[in-house]
């Protein structure tokens, strides 16, 4: 069956400029997560959905960053006016529930350079 | 926030030896996972450890959870190059909160 999938797999953008990353999760999955890893480091917690709503947004780094989830599928996570901070891959999961020990499943990520 | 370090950050070792990766933490997690990462995909689930002192075995892998639940090792025996990877913990408190990850090289 198909995983989670993420695209798109690398972006490369300029300072300033807007980004939209997308998560297509399993199918099913009802809890979704966005995560940002920077070079061989461990997992930076971003926001997780419920469904269509978030109740936890509290990793978001700054107003620059927003995400929403529609359908109960598809999330997008988008990051306006991009610094060079920003660099980083970001990982999307997701999971069966959002309580109790479910497995995350992730997807590849997407590599996102900010020049 | 519910941090989690792991130590050592990076091991290098030559193939066939054992080692042991560690994930503390002062907060008490439900329960607590252990994933493998390989360049260029997501992490992938080992295992998860949900009572205090329990011992997990998988293969040369052996996870285990501490009494208190605050803290879990992870220890390879005879360790092979297919274990190269980068190993993260995970404490499970109504959402996942990641440990800093250790990044192992095993040589041949």
């Known amino acids: 069956g198909a995983g989670v999938s993420q695209s798109p797999s690398n972006k490369v953008t300029e300072k300033g400029k807007d980004v939209e990353l997308r998560c297509d999760p399993i199918s099913g999955h009802t809890a979704l997560y966005w995560y940002r890893q920077s070079l061989g480091q461990g997992l930076e917690f971003l926001i997780y959905f419920q469904g269509n709503s978030a109740p936890d947004k509290s990793g978001l780094p700054s107003d620059r960053f927003s995400a929403e989830r529609t359908g109960g599928s598809v999330s997008t996570l988008t990051i306006q006016r991009t610094q060079q901070e920003d660099s980083a891959v970001y990982l999307c999961a997701s999971s069966f529930s959002g309580q109790g020990h479910y497995e995350q499943y992730f997807g590849p990520g997407t590599r996102l350079t900010v020049t | 926030t519910q941090l989690l370090e792991q130590s050592p950050q990076f091991l290098s070792i030559q193939e066939g030896e054992n080692l042991t990766v560690y994930c503390n933490s002062s907060s008490v997690f439900s329960s607590l996972q252990w994933y493998r990462q390989e360049p260029g995909e997501g992490p992938v689930l080992l295992v998860t450890v949900v009572t205090g002192g329990e011992v997990k075995k998988l293969k040369r892998l052996t996870f285990q959870f501490g009494d208190a639940r605050k803290d879990s090792s992870l220890h390879i025996t005879a360790a092979q190059p297919g274990d190269t990877g980068l190993y993260l913990c995970?404490?499970?408190?109504?959402?996942?909160?990641f440990g800093t990850g250790t990044s192992l090289t095993v040589i041949p």
């Open positions: 995970a404490g499970v408190n109504h959402q996942f909160y």
